[in-house]
């Protein structure tokens, strides 16, 4: 996003409008927590790994929503080119401090949208050899695929619209809202 709101219309209710409630938000992640519960029978810890900072929230609600003995961990990333360039380029700004060899992994994701930040996460961990990795994200944009990945469990595909809200920022505004809002 290239021109930033003045101040003034931050937080005015004008410019935003839920897209996703925070009871729909909170259903859906009781149907997703299951889901991972039923699909990782084995033994042993998953973890569960965010991407910082929009997950933040998500990782929150939906650790408590698997009965599984879960492991919270987090890195970070900055992904460069998106909406300039398709070079892909992802720079590791924290990586895990923990191996992952042998065990079953979930990346967790505030939202998909080109793809680049997956695709290349995806690739970097499944060369450290876990048992599974599996990838989760709260919000998919399809439309804006440009690196296709699969992603498998997915809690709402939304429009090509910009998003804020339960994590998700603009310009590190926004990510304490209850809802997921489209940014007008
Ligand atoms: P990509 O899939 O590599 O293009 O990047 C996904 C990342 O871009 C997400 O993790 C978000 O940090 C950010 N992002 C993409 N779309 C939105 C949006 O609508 N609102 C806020 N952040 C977004
Ligand atoms: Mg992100």
Same mark, same amino acid.
């Given at each position: 996003?290239?021109?930033? $709101?003045? +101040?003034?219309?931050?937080?005015?209710?004008?410019? @935003?409008?839920?897209?996703?409630?925070?009871?729909?938000?909170?259903?859906?992640?009781?149907?997703?927590?299951?889901?991972?519960?039923?699909? $990782?029978? !084995?033994? #042993?810890?998953?973890?569960?790994? #965010?991407?910082?900072?929009? %997950?933040?929230?998500?990782?929150?609600? +939906?650790?408590?929503?698997?009965?599984?003995?879960?492991?919270?961990?987090?890195?970070?990333? %900055?992904?460069?080119?998106? !909406?300039?360039?398709?070079? *892909?380029?992802?720079?590791?700004?924290?990586?895990?401090?923990?191996? =992952?060899?042998?065990?079953?992994?979930?990346?967790? &994701?505030?939202?998909?949208?080109? *793809?680049?930040?997956?695709? /290349? @996460?995806? %690739?970097? +961990? &499944?060369?450290?050899?876990?048992?599974? +990795?599996?990838?989760?994200? $709260? @919000?998919?944009?399809?439309?804006?695929?440009?690196?296709?990945?699969?992603?498998? /469990?997915? *809690?709402?595909? =939304?429009?090509?619209?910009?998003?804020? #809200? /339960?994590?998700?920022?603009?310009?590190?505004?926004?990510?304490?809202?209850? &809802?997921?809002?489209?940014?007008?």
């Amino acid at each position: 996003m290239s021109n930033p $709101l003045p +101040l003034t219309t931050l937080r005015d209710p004008a410019t @935003l409008r839920v897209l996703i409630s925070a009871e729909r938000i909170q259903q859906r992640i009781a149907e997703i927590g299951q889901q991972i519960d039923e699909d $990782l029978p !084995g033994q #042993g810890p998953v973890y569960l790994i #965010g991407i910082l900072k929009g %997950s933040f929230i998500f990782m929150a609600d +939906l650790a408590r929503a698997i009965r599984r003995s879960a492991r919270i961990e987090f890195m970070g990333v %900055s992904s460069y080119g998106r !909406g300039k360039s398709s070079s *892909g380029e992802v720079r590791v700004l924290k990586d895990l401090d923990v191996s =992952i060899a042998g065990s079953d992994v979930i990346i967790v &994701e505030d939202i998909v949208d080109s *793809g680049i930040t997956l695709t /290349y @996460l995806k %690739s970097l +961990l &499944e060369a450290r050899q876990p048992r599974s +990795l599996r990838i989760v994200t $709260l @919000l998919d944009k399809p439309e804006r695929r440009v690196r296709p990945v699969h992603v498998d /469990y997915v *809690g709402f595909q =939304i429009p090509d619209e910009f998003v804020v #809200g /339960y994590g998700l920022d603009f310009a590190e505004d926004y990510r304490n809202l209850k &809802e997921v809002c489209i940014l007008e």
